[in-house]
């Protein structure tokens, strides 16, 4: 039988920070599946950085959400009905057909899942982790002995990047929005220190906390932090750029860190990366971060908000860097 569904639709393109009337919630029928297809009820959706980008209609690396289209993002859910034998009804799965309650998808975009972590899916066994794996091991080129600086500390990608350095034996800065998020990354998840950029000075508390330097530059902030961390680096330094949360809400192109020229004077490496283009190194994160994970060596924090009706305040909120950890919607 079809399936009575809520889905949220954009209603309009954000100028600056998005607002609640960017969004509409719609009401659709989700019909039977096709030979191939699966239907899943999703119990969680998340919400991530990248989606600001793709509400503009500008060209990037994924395509623009449309108006009056459904969005989508990665989602955890139980297939409800099936015409797929190898994922039969009862399977969980992680799939992009978020932002709705239920999701008709071809059985080739789901992955079956231990329904025990399912949110882990959306998070530290996701999209963040492989981000955080792949940006600090492959794009930073992690090396014996290296300090590493991670900007949005707290976040779901910044938080599992200081883990595995901590874990591979590095020493790790991380930079945090006020007291509370400062100490949550020294004392649950192990940093070496903590900068509040809320206080200030960056690139003074940087040097206190690394007075010989910073090798990796894990960064998700860009902006006021890329600067102060090219201050810091040492010479043939490497910064792994994978976001610029800073700027996401901007309304014009805001300007670059001032101090470029020391990319050629430190002979800096500053290479950015797009986590789809690294699929092949799936299995070694999920073996390394998986055993991690299981062995509860790898510190877990969710921020979940209740109901598909709050999606839109649940991702304003991680625009504003209300969260601690993966921001979730469960359904």
Known sequence: MPYSSREFHLASRPSGEPVPENFRLVEVEVPDPRPGEIVVRNTFMSVDPYMRGRMNDVKSYVPPFQIDAPLDGGAVGEVVASEAPELPVGTHVVHQAGWREYARLDARHARAIDPSLQTAYLGVLGMPGLTAYVGLLDIGALRAGDVVFVSGAAGAVGSLVGQIAKLRGHTVIGSAGGPEKC?????????????????????????????????????????????????????FGRVALCGAISGYNATSLPPGPRNMFMAVSKRLTLRGFIVTDHADRREAFEEEVGGWVRNGDIVVRETVVEGIAQAPHAFIALLRGANTGKMLVEL
């Open 183 to 235: 100490a949550h990354i020294v004392d649950d998840l192990g940093f070496d220190a903590a900068i509040d950029y809320r206080e200030g000075d960056l690139v003074g508390q940087l040097r206190t906390a690394a007075p010989k330097g910073v090798d990796v530059y894990f960064d998700n902030v860009g902006g006021d932090h890329l600067e102060a961390a090219m201050f810091v680096m040492r010479t």
